[in-house]
Structures are given as C-alpha cells and as structure tokens.
C-alpha cells in the first residue's frame, strides 16, 4: 500500500483565492510527521509546513495551513490568497517514528498553476 | 543557514560507466538521503544513512550504491550506469527526528 497518495496530478487557482492540495496517508505507528514541500521549475525543494502526530493543533506558517483530520488520515494543504509565484509542484511527505534511521515517504506531487 | 550541495547539477555518462555523485551538508545532520525523482513517480528513496559508514536500503536500491566515510559526506555511485537510471538524484540530509529534511540542488543525470 501506497505510504502517501496525492490524488491530484495538476490544479489550477485564480490568482488571490485559496486553494487545497490533497493528502492521504497510511501507517499504523503512533508517532509521525507529515511535510509539505514545494518545488518551482528551478527544481529546488522548499520546505513549507510540518504537523507531528501529537500536535493538537493544525500547523500554519504565513499563507499555508495543514489541515490535519488524523481519524481520516488525512493532510491536506491550504494555501490562502494564491500568489503567481505558487505555480510549482507540491510533494506531500510522511516520516514514520522518531527514533534513529526513520525514513521519509513522499508522494507522486500536485502540479499546481495560479491563473492571472 | 543550512547548506547541503551536490557536486554536479548537470551529468551525461555513457552505458556501463562508473558514476559517482556526491552530496555534503554542513549542518552535523546524523541523517542523509538519496533519491531520484521521475515524472509521476514523485520521490522515490534509494538509501539512507544514519551515521558514518552505516546504511540502509530504501525502496528502490538495485543498480545503486553508497559509502558514508564522513558525517558531512554521503555518496552515491551507479556501479554500471544504465539509460533507465536517467533521472534527477536528490540528496537531503536531517536531524534524527526532525520536523524536516533539507535537500540540495539536485543532479540531472542522462546516461546515454
């Protein structure tokens, strides 16, 4: 079973409104992280937001929240007010446990384009 | 401001040779990565290393392999290099149970 599936391959968002990037993820450990990461055209990943399993409330960080529902095992990104410049891919990911040699599983990614 | 760097951005290779890239970060991380990346495949993870000269396989590790001699260093060598390893290699390093990886630059290989 897929660890991390993004169910979307391309969205398009009007400039200036917000938009959702889906996310479902699968494990039974107790303790995980999940990231998001942005990637432009220039190829670099960009780290946006992380949610720890634990954490009680959603993440945000400036214009991007993580919609955390833990029972669906989903979580999803908003980005709030769509910017040109948010025209990328975005890479769901999951790290399982905390403890030493604990990998990341990344999804498929979201190609994302912001209309003028 | 953390710094992971790979040695080449751009790499073209004939069938059958040697390859080796190289990644190094600057921010005493315990943890490194390799992974390629391909069109509608997303991340896929190679190797991962989680102290000098340890190392695990990650989900996609035949044709490949690694060395860790230093904390800073993490390579990655393609023993005979194939047209199916063509892809973009991205390597990330981290903290034992961060809340991220950091990833550098990227390496575009086409192997011919």
């Known amino acids: 079973a897929q660890k991390i599936t993004q169910t979307q391959p391309g969205m398009f968002v009007q400039e200036k409104e917000a938009v959702t990037l889906d996310c479902t993820y699968d494990t039974s450990d107790p303790s995980y992280g999940l990231f998001w990461y942005k990637q432009p055209s220039s190829g670099e990943m960009i780290f946006l937001i992380y949610q720890g399993s634990y954490d009680q409330q959603n993440a945000t960080e400036g214009r991007y929240s993580l919609n955390f529902q833990k029972a669906r095992k989903s979580a999803n990104l908003v980005i709030s007010a769509s910017q040109l410049g948010d025209s990328a891919m975005y890479f769901c990911a999951m790290r399982e446990g905390v403890g030493t040699g604990n990998q990341f599983y990344f999804g498929t990614g979201t190609s994302l384009t912001v209309i003028p | 401001d953390v710094k992971v760097t790979q040695s080449s951005r751009y790499l073209v290779k004939r069938t059958g040779e040697k390859v080796f890239l190289e990644c190094v970060q600057d921010?005493?991380?315990?943890?490194m990565f390799w992974y390629r990346q391909d069109p509608g495949l997303g991340l896929r993870l190679i190797y991962f290393s989680y102290d000098v000269k340890m190392k695990e396989k990650g989900d996609i590790p035949e044709g490949y392999s690694v060395s860790r001699e230093k904390k800073e260093r993490f390579s990655l060598i393609l023993e005979s290099a194939s047209t199916n390893q063509t892809s973009m290699y991205l390597c990330?390093?981290?903290?034992?149970?961060?809340?991220?990886?950091?990833f550098g630059p990227g390496t575009r290989l086409t192997v011919l």
């Open positions: 921010m005493d991380h315990e943890n």
């Open positions: 990330a390093s981290s903290f034992v149970g961060s809340s991220t990886q950091y």
